[in-house]
């Protein structure tokens, strides 16, 4: 069955980049949306946005843009996360989650990758 | 940018019946929006449950169910289990984009 495992935590100090990797199986990597969502502690969900892993198209929602970079390597089946420029803001539980084919919603979640971010 | 409403709180006794809605600032909530439900429980990532206002995933327990109420979206649980009791998130699309909404924490009691 679709199975989506994530990259491990990550503590990062303020100015530097991170790397959040999100490998799939069990399905065709390139038929399948990714999503990304965002959970600050003890907050909710924040949908980020979402790349199409057959044509590389990204949507990035408002907040999300400039320092947030998706993208994807198909022969790895592997969707990442890039976060540049951290702030303690950035501090969050990160998920990927499957993009349900063909219509708008998640079905198949990553177990989440948490990144503090903290001198 | 959309505001998507939920209920902060409901609390419910087992075998009961509840209903948790899900509203957009822009105004009622239309098959269009695409609504989403998910369920969150502490330390775990969420899980999806609805799609398409009434769509059940292959593993959404039956008692489960997504209907359009009043102008805006509601899941409505049946038969409810203690293991039911977790936070609720519904996901709206405007065009490609998602906004989720602040989540109803359900109690089981």
């Known amino acids: 069955q679709a199975q989506l495992v994530q990259s491990g935590s990550e503590l990062k100090e303020p100015g530097a980049s991170v790397k959040v990797s999100c490998k799939a199986s069990?399905?065709?990597?390139?038929?399948?949306?990714m999503n990304w969502v965002r959970q600050a502690p003890g907050q909710g969900l924040e949908w980020m946005g979402w790349?199409?892993?057959?044509?590389?198209?990204?949507t990035y929602v408002q907040g999300f843009t400039g320092r947030f970079v998706f993208s994807f390597d198909t022969s790895a089946s592997t969707a990442y996360l890039e976060i540049s420029s951290l702030k303690a803001g950035d501090t969050a539980v990160y998920f990927c989650?499957?993009?349900?084919?063909?219509?708008?919603?998640?079905?198949?979640w990553g177990q989440g990758t948490t990144v503090i971010v903290s001198s | 940018q959309t505001v998507v409403t939920q209920e902060p709180s409901l609390t419910v006794s087992p075998g009961g019946t509840v209903t948790l809605t899900c509203a957009s600032s822009?105004?009622?909530?239309?098959?269009?929006?695409?609504p989403n439900w998910f369920q969150q429980k502490p330390g775990q990532a969420p899980r999806a449950l609805i799609y398409?206002?009434?769509d059940k995933h292959s593993w959404t327990p039956a008692r489960f169910s997504g209907s359009l109420l009043g102008g805006k979206a509601a899941l409505t649980l049946s038969d409810v289990q203690p293991e039911d009791e977790a936070e609720y998130y519904c996901?709206?699309?405007?065009?490609?984009?998602?906004?989720f909404g602040g989540g109803t924490k359900l109690t089981v009691l």
């Open positions: 069990g399905y065709t990597f390139s038929n399948y949306g």
């Open positions: 989650a499957r993009k349900i084919r063909r219509i708008y919603g998640m079905d198949v």
């Open positions: 790349i199409n892993t057959d044509s590389g198209k990204t």
């Open positions: 822009t105004g009622a909530v239309t098959s269009g929006y695409s």
């Open positions: 398409s206002t009434s």
């Open positions: 996901l709206l699309y405007s065009g490609d984009q998602g906004v």
